[in-house]
């Protein structure tokens, strides 16, 4: 019994993860402004357009918030590296007994399947984090052209290439950054698949309220009925 929780709960959890995530990839896509993604991401061009505007005023400020982003990005892969290596520490500890708390597979090959999915989220946030150095490294240099000199420059260098650059950091970034989340479950795999299932269920929950943009909603709407209002007032079509 305890050992069909785990061919039941466990997959069962982290399609519920895999679900939401793709529902989420939707919302993006077909309707940004309802999420804070797809929000930021439309700020971010805006920001990258401010930027390349004057590069001689804003410059320093744009290689400033990259260089923030960049020091983000190397500190949790540097956090994702060092539990890696923890993690191949554990498995390699074989002297370690199951814990009285645990309920489900107590079995050695369990146990090895259950820390090598925690390394292999660790490397996956690792890996995500350095993608998101390269991009935010490559936009710090290109966000100091001046759009004037682009044409002239490079007709391949555009204004939204260098935005594309510094979301596709932020991208990244954000990737990383559930990989973590989702080492919080796998963790709690190693007591059970209860708890890990009940993590996961909790989780969706979280990113639902951080992925929806409620409030920006509600501010949208009343700007429309504004400027609704004021063209009523002055007679507009």
């Given at each position: 019994?305890?050992?069909?929780l785990?061919?039941?709960l466990?997959?069962?959890?982290?399609?519920?993860?895999?679900?939401?995530?793709?529902?989420?990839?939707?919302?993006?896509?077909?309707?940004?402004?309802?999420?804070?993604?797809?929000?930021?991401?439309?700020?971010?061009?805006?920001?990258?357009?401010?930027?390349?505007?004057?590069?001689?005023?804003?410059?320093?400020?744009?290689?400033?918030?990259?260089?923030?982003?960049?020091?983000?990005?190397?500190l949790?892969?540097?956090?994702?590296i060092m539990?890696s290596?923890l993690?191949?520490?554990?498995?390699?500890?074989?002297?370690?007994?199951?814990?009285?708390?645990?309920?489900?597979?107590?079995?050695?090959?369990?146990?090895?399947?259950?820390?090598?999915?925690?390394?292999?989220c660790?490397?996956?946030?690792?890996?995500?984090?350095?993608?998101s150095?390269?991009?935010?490294?490559?936009?710090?240099?290109?966000?100091?052209?001046?759009?004037?000199?682009?044409?002239?420059?490079?007709?391949?260098?555009?204004?939204?290439y260098?935005?594309?650059?510094?979301?596709?950091?932020?991208?990244?970034?954000?990737?990383?950054?559930?990989?973590?989340?989702l080492?919080?479950?796998?963790?709690?795999?190693?007591?059970?698949?209860?708890?890990?299932?009940?993590?996961?269920?909790?989780?969706?929950?979280?990113?639902?309220?951080?992925?929806?943009?409620?409030?920006?909603?509600?501010?949208?709407?009343?700007?429309?009925?504004?400027?609704s209002?004021?063209?009523?007032?002055?007679?507009?079509?």
């Amino acid at each position: 019994m305890r050992v069909v929780l785990d061919w039941v709960l466990v997959p069962l959890g982290l399609v519920v993860m895999l679900a939401y995530q793709a529902w989420l990839l939707y919302k993006i896509r077909t309707q940004p402004t309802k999420t804070v993604i797809g929000i930021n991401t439309i700020n971010r061009r805006v920001w990258v357009q401010a930027m390349m505007e004057d590069p001689s005023k804003n410059g320093v400020l744009a290689v400033q918030t990259l260089r923030n982003n960049i020091m983000a990005s190397t500190l949790l892969a540097s956090t994702a590296i060092m539990l890696s290596s923890l993690i191949a520490v554990l498995m390699t500890n074989r002297g370690a007994q199951p814990s009285v708390l645990l309920y489900g597979d107590k079995t050695q090959l369990g146990f090895s399947i259950k820390f090598f999915s925690i390394l292999v989220c660790f490397l996956v946030a690792f890996l995500f984090n350095v993608q998101s150095i390269r991009y935010y490294s490559h936009a710090s240099i290109l966000i100091n052209v001046p759009v004037k000199k682009i044409p002239l420059m490079s007709p391949n260098l555009s204004v939204e290439y260098v935005g594309r650059a510094v979301n596709r950091g932020s991208y990244f970034w954000s990737l990383g950054l559930r990989a973590f989340y989702l080492s919080f479950p796998l963790f709690l795999w190693i007591f059970g698949p209860i708890p890990m299932f009940v993590c996961c269920v909790a989780l969706v929950c979280l990113f639902y309220f951080l992925d929806v943009a409620f409030q920006c909603n509600v501010s949208i709407v009343s700007e429309e009925h504004k400027i609704s209002d004021e063209e009523e007032r002055s007679g507009l079509p």
